[in-house]
């Protein structure tokens, strides 16, 4: 079954650190651009970061630039997110996507679902003292 997985959530106290991981199952990452995204109870999914097939380009929502770093290492078909300065607002089931992209200088962090390939089942982050 070709699938994303996400591993790495966790409950971590307010200031604290996360990596996230993405990994392809089935199929190889390298030609795909990878977004993150996260979604909190009652709130809408909200676009994180993303990187383009390669990792030469990343993109970044504003609330999370100099916080969240996006990385990639194609030989090991996993994409990162490490996470720092965590507050309680970044609570959240976060999920990674995949979009065919290869040679692709742009990334996606707004989307339907269906604009994308694959979609992992999501990793839940509690950020709490």
């Known amino acids: 079954q070709l699938q994303l997985v996400e591993s790495g959530g966790g409950l971590v106290q307010p200031g604290g650190s996360l990596t996230l991981s993405c990994v392809g199952s089935?199929?190889?990452?390298?030609?795909?651009?990878i977004s993150w995204f996260r979604q909190a109870p009652g709130k809408e999914r909200e676009g994180l970061s993303c990187?383009?097939?390669?990792?030469?380009?990343?993109n970044y929502t504003d609330s999370m630039k100099g916080r969240f770093t996006i990385s990639r290492d194609n030989t090991e078909n996993t994409v990162y997110l490490q996470m720092t300065s965590l507050k309680p607002e970044d609570t959240a089931v976060y999920y990674c996507?995949?979009?065919?992209?290869?040679?692709?200088?742009?990334?996606?962090?707004?989307?339907?679902?269906?604009?994308?390939?694959?979609w992992g089942q999501g990793t839940q982050v509690t950020v709490s003292s």
């Open positions: 990187i383009t097939w390669r990792g030469a380009n990343t």
């Open positions: 996507a995949a979009q065919w992209g290869p040679y692709s200088r742009l990334c996606p962090l707004t989307g339907t679902p269906e604009q994308f390939d694959y």
């Open positions: 089935g199929f190889t990452l390298e030609r795909y651009v």
